[in-house]
T-cell receptor, first 110, second 115 residues
């Protein structure tokens, strides 16, 4: 059973819209959660981290965490074609390991 | 500053051959991770090192895979013998003080094709 689940997509949104990406995880003791962005043919890069319940905003990006529901989400406001990429949810587990979800491919159409 | 450096970027080999992937982490980072990415299984952790010592290799698929870190600036992942199902992109990543902050710095990856 995968520990971090994401809808593989593709999620298609028009330019300027809000893109909503979701992730669920199975390990209740997880304490830190991350979103990585991976452009096609490139390596993943960290874009957001969240450690406590609620929302965390950084520019056009908002990460949301609900530990009771074991749910993490990423909202991208005013989506741009340059946001088109695969977004990977990652969860910190015991033993200094990050477990990644399968990723959601986002397509922002002009 | 140089990031994580991996070589080769692309490797095409035949089944049964030995493959060696190399990684130079960012200077000063004390953790090094080897991940494998495929369409079917996503990004999987194979093994990680702390201060050159292997800590968890439970993700290594089988005995055909081995990894070493002889010093703080170099690591290898070896597959012997290689099989077509080993075809994937292999990423090396490094971090300072582990993964609690989530900030792993990835290399550009080594794309392996086993025919």
């Amino acid at each position: 059973q995968k520990e971090v689940e994401q809808n593989s997509g593709p999620l298609s949104v028009p330019e300027g819209a809000i893109a909503s990406l979701n992730c669920t995880y199975s390990d209740r003791v997880s304490q830190s959660f991350f979103w990585y962005r991976q452009y096609s043919g490139k390596s993943p890069e960290l874009i957001m981290s969240i450690y406590s319940n609620g929302d965390k905003e950084d520019g056009r990006f908002t990460a949301q965490l609900n530990k009771a529901s074991q749910y993490v989400s990423l909202l991208i406001r005013d989506s741009q074609p340059s946001d088109s990429a695969t977004y990977l949810c990652a969860v910190h587990n015991a033993g200094n390991m990050l477990t990644f979800g399968g990723g959601t491919r986002l397509m922002v159409k002009p | 500053d140089a990031g994580v450096i991996q070589s080769p970027r692309h490797e095409v080999t035949e089944m049964g051959q030995e493959v060696t992937l190399r990684c130079k982490p960012i200077s000063g980072h004390d953790y090094l991770f080897w991940y494998r990415q495929t369409m079917m299984r996503g990004l999987e952790l194979l093994i990680y090192f702390n201060n050159n010592v292997p800590i968890d290799d439970s993700g290594m698929p089988e005995d055909r895979f081995s990894a070493k870190m002889p010093n703080a600036s170099f690591s290898t992942l070896k597959i012997q013998p290689s099989e077509p199902r080993d075809s994937a992109v292999y990423f090396c990543a490094s971090s300072f003080r582990g993964t609690y902050t989530g900030e792993l710095f990835f290399g550009e990856g080594s794309r392996l094709t086993v025919l």
